[in-house]
């Protein structure tokens, strides 16, 4: 069932798949290939906000929060990155999405990398990049989530205090107030430890996904942040030796290259989604 049928990225809608409710949003174009944008942590949909027009523009683009991230319903087997990534291939089915081009920057990035190394050919391109594809090579908070031998040091940590932590690392965009709002509701109560429990899978997900590297056919360009506090640039380094086909484009600015430095991140991923990812 769909629920508040509108367009564009402010008029977000609800739809069932898999017996979850799932939000997302689309645009109103016909023509062109599909554009899949998944929502990064910890944030949601909003993200794509400085993005829209320009990935708009190129035809038709659905934006969804990935349980268990945004603002989308969750379940316990849905909290890891490998049924995350099955369950990109769900959303696909429910909007009839063939061979979509993904964007799916941090945790949509391994999620999606297994997906296209279990189901070849269901992508056309991948834009990836900013998430951990080795868990032993990780700095901050997220190195201290992932690899502690438990979350009880960080039992009294809300999800408002990760959210509010995380995006300080913004230097040049001017976070609209309601996105905030709606990333820090995303994370409320519950939602904040099922995204925990999902990176908390990476010691155990991500050596497998580094084994199936070389199965992973899809066009892959990787975008990431030269200063990037998280997740740092070595880790995609290491991501795109090991794939088949890959670039790597280094932007000056911390993690979040898709807000803080919008416009280029969007260039590259419009000239990838264009026609660069049959260069590889």
């Known amino acids: 069932m769909t629920t508040n049928i509108t367009t564009g990225l402010n008029a977000t809608q609800y739809k069932s ?4 409710q799932i939000r ?6 016909l023509d062109g290939d599909p554009i899949l944008l998944l929502s990064p ?21 659905i934006a969804v929060d990935l349980p268990p991230f945004g603002r989308s319903e969750v379940r316990a087997d849905m909290r890891t ?8 291939l769900c959303i696909m089915d429910a909007f009839g999405l063939k061979q979509p081009h993904v964007v799916a920057p941090d945790i949509g990035t391994p999620a999606c990398l297994f997906a296209s190394a279990r189901h070849p050919g269901v ?3 991948l834009v990836i990049g900013s998430g951990a594809t080795d868990h032993t090579d990780i700095l901050g908070i997220l190195d201290q989530i992932v690899n502690a031998p438990s979350l009880e040091p960080f039992k009294d940590l809300t999800g408002e205090q990760f959210v509010r932590g995380a995006v300080a690392d913004m230097k040049k965009y001017k976070l609209p107030a309601f996105a905030l709002d709606d990333y820090i509701a995303s994370y409320s109560g519950q939602k904040f430890w099922d995204a925990m429990t999902f990176i908390r899978d990476y010691p155990n997900s991500l ?5 199936l590297q070389p199965e992973i056919t899809v066009p892959c360009q990787l975008i990431v942040g030269l200063h990037d506090p998280f997740v740092p640039v070595s880790n995609a380094e290491g991501l795109h030796r090991g794939l088949p086909k890959s670039q790597l484009n280094v932007i000056d600015c911390g993690h979040f290259v898709w807000e803080d430095q919008a416009e280029a991140y969007a260039r590259l991923a419009c000239d990838f989604i264009q026609g660069g990812y049959t260069k590889l």
Not at 44 to 56: G, R
Not at 207 to 211: E, F
């Open 17 to 20: 798949i898999d017996g979850l």
């Open 24 to 29: 997302y949003a689309v645009n109103d174009k």
């Open 41 to 61: 942590l910890p944030e949601s949909i909003l993200a794509f906000l400085p993005t829209w027009e320009m990935f708009s523009a190129l035809g038709p683009v």
């Open 81 to 88: 990155p490998e049924t995350v990534g099955e369950f990109v």
């Open 123 to 125: 992508f056309k391109s």
């Open 207 to 211: 050596p497998r996904l580094a084994k």
